[in-house]
């Protein structure tokens, strides 16, 4: 099953999963795209990977790791980030994904 993952704004689309990255309209947001085909999310080693790839896109998205910065501009993006990920693993709804999220 061919899925994908874009960082946009929390609304579930046919096939894909969308995460806010930040207050505004949706015109306004960055999209982060990554492709979930061919792995088994229900396996232990499949759930891993596309944990990864939703952290990553979500640190992407919302400017995580943009060089040198304040504490004051870091930390919204972490929260930036860590809601985007809460989102798309409530999306998506895989329980093994899930599982990964609440461990953390």
Do not use: W
């Not at 960055?30 to 085909?37: E, F, K, N, Q, Y």
């Not at 979500?58 to 870091?74: F, K, Y």
């Not at 990920?85 to 409530?90: F, I, L, M, N, R």
């Amino acid at each position: 099953m061919k899925r994908s993952f874009i960082a946009l704004a929390a609304v579930a689309l046919s096939g894909a999963i969308v995460l806010p990255a930040s207050a505004g309209s949706a015109e306004e947001v960055p999209t982060r795209t990554v492709s979930l085909a061919g792995i088994d999310m229900h396996s232990e080693a499949g759930a891993k990977i596309v944990y990864q790839r939703i952290e990553n896109a979500a640190d992407r998205v919302c400017r995580v790791n943009t060089g040198r910065r304040s504490l004051r501009e870091i930390e919204p993006a972490k929260a930036c980030a860590e809601n985007a990920v809460d989102v798309a693993v409530k999306t998506l709804n895989v329980d093994e994904v899930t599982a990964l999220h609440t461990a953390k």
